[in-house]
């Protein structure tokens, strides 16, 4: 089974640059979150969608970052303008879960970003 | 309140030693309790995950021990190996979904 296939790896801008990252979840995985990592401490969920429609998104800095799954598969997440403190690794995952059921959530590789 | 918090920070063990963190969490809502294992370049990978209804959960060399009326849970290593080397996160999220909350993390070094 592929995992999560997030591009690019790495990413280099400027502050005030916009940024697009790009996640495709496993396969049948209903939803998929996108979770963002500063250094040294743990992930943090921005959203969640279930298929194509969000779930939870109230951690998600609406004013400069938002993120899409038209299609209910793969998702892209968009920082427009960055700031120095959005350097981080950003982390996709998806999982099955339907319901109140709660299942592995498989991580992807991440995109380590950084701003300067 | 959310949080988990987790501790300690940075934990090194004698080869064949047993390895122990921590955590606790104040929302009575969680009830799945998973701790991740990430090595360096690579995304967070289920370890181990216990439910409130049991106390204790193994797999292997890895066990949850978890204690609800105190709101807090741990992770054991046993016959820790240099291969464990890696930053252990617990998690915990609420009903509804899996929407996790993650403590801050623990760098493991295991010393051969």
């Known amino acids: 089974e592929a995992g999560v296939a997030q591009s690019p790896r790495y990413k280099i801008i400027e502050k005030r640059q916009s940024v697009a990252f790009w996640c495709n979840p496993i396969s049948g995985h209903a939803t998929l979150y996108w979770y963002q990592q500063i250094l040294g401490q743990g992930p943090k969920l921005l959203i969640q969608?279930?298929?194509?429609?969000?779930?939870?998104d109230s951690q998600l800095p609406k004013d400069r970052f938002s993120a899409e799954r038209l299609k209910g598969v793969d998702s892209t997440l968009k920082i427009q303008p960055a700031k120095l403190e959005d350097s981080a690794v950003y982390l996709c995952?998806?999982?099955?879960?339907?319901?109140?059921?709660?299942?592995?959530?498989?991580f992807g590789q991440g995109t380590r970003l950084t701003v300067v | 309140q959310q949080q988990v918090k987790q501790s300690p920070q940075s934990l090194i063990v004698q080869k064949g030693g047993i390895s122990i963190i921590n955590c606790a969490y104040e929302n009575t809502a969680f009830d799945y309790f998973p701790w991740y294992q990430q090595f360096p370049g690579k995304g967070p990978a289920l370890l181990i995950a216990?439910?409130?209804?049991?106390s204790e959960k193994k797999e292997g060399r890895f066990t949850i021990s978890f204690n609800k009326s105190a709101k807090q849970f741990s992770l054991h290593i046993m016959d820790s190996q240099p291969g464990d080397s890696a930053t252990y996160f617990c998690?915990?999220?609420?009903?509804?979904?899996?929407?996790?909350?993650f403590g801050a993390g623990t760098i493991l070094r295991v010393k051969s």
């Open positions: 998690a915990a999220s609420p009903g509804g979904g899996n929407k996790l909350v």
């Open positions: 995952a998806s999982s099955r879960n339907s319901g109140r059921i709660n299942t592995e959530a498989f």
């Open positions: 216990i439910r409130p209804d049991v």
């Open positions: 969608f279930q298929n194509n429609g969000v779930v939870d």
